[in-house]
């Protein structure tokens, strides 16, 4: 039985991820950060809940440590917790706005993963999936003709750029776990009031299809529901008056 934990998990890609592992028989655990919010949700699909806020080093521990106990391993750690920050002017953002942010949705996995290491080496296949983005794309953003071309979100993007590179190096630093990040693509969750054409189903293939390709798969990829895809361009060209 693979035993799955996922942060965020109490809505929106985050519980998706959880309900469709739990289909294909996983053990899943689901962490939310809100014990009211994340408990109901549990409930509904029958799985355990474990309250971690992944910008508190000490509500990481506790989660891991709760985990130790009660599950004794995890085999897959999905890395769901992301936020898309304050909406201010670009020209006003301040530092503490992208600080906000990248304590999240970078920070919050490296704590994670930290806290979450000696579990997944007690796996004999251990995963992490990152839920990154396209929006941290170069090729992505610089295509106009995709969706991420037209959005300005300099935090968020920025966090899942080294979302996605930080991917890549824990692939690199930790050889005997399969690292990669998961591009979920356009999909209609609370973080843009619903106005993804994708449905959060199709939003979870990649995380899914991470979550359970078995062994022998390569480390430090970047996927959508597609399959494996870039996120950095040869070259970008700019024109500067």
Do not use: C
């Not at 949700?41 to 992944?54: C, N, P, S, T």
């Not at 521990?61 to 599950?71: F, M, P």
């Not at 973080?191 to 990649?206: F, R, Y």
Request: proline share 5%; no cysteine; hydrophobic share 40%.
């Amino acid at each position: 039985m693979t035993t799955t934990f996922i942060t965020g998990a109490n809505k929106g890609l985050g519980l998706e991820t959880a309900r469709r592992l739990v289909e294909l028989g996983h053990t899943v655990v689901l962490g939310a950060r809100d014990p009211a919010r994340g408990a109901a949700a549990a409930e509904r699909l029958g799985v355990r809940f474990v309250q971690i806020d992944v910008t508190d080093d000490d509500s990481v521990r506790a989660a891991a440590a709760d985990v130790a106990a009660h599950e004794g391993h995890v085999d897959v750690l999905v890395n769901n917790a992301g936020i898309l920050g304050t909406h201010v002017d670009p020209a006003s953002l301040s530092g503490a706005d992208v600080l906000e942010v990248l304590d999240v949705n970078v920070a919050g996995v490296v704590r994670t993963t930290t806290a979450f290491l000696p579990l997944l080496r007690r796996s004999a296949d251990p995963v992490i999936v990152n839920v990154s983005s396209g929006m941290g794309s170069l090729e992505h953003t610089h295509d106009p003709s995709r969706p991420e071309s037209q959005v300005v979100a300099p935090a968020y993007t920025a966090s899942k750029a080294a979302l996605t590179m930080l991917t890549t190096q824990y692939a690199k630093a930790l050889p005997d776990i399969r690292v990669n990040a998961a591009d979920p693509g356009y999909t209609a969750t609370d973080l843009n009031a619903h106005s993804g054409p994708q449905t959060v189903t199709e939003g979870t293939d990649a995380v899914v299809a991470l979550a359970t390709e078995g062994p022998g798969r390569g480390s430090g990829r970047f996927v959508d529901r597609h399959g494996e895809t870039s996120w950095a361009q040869t070259t970008v060209s700019s024109t500067i008056t």
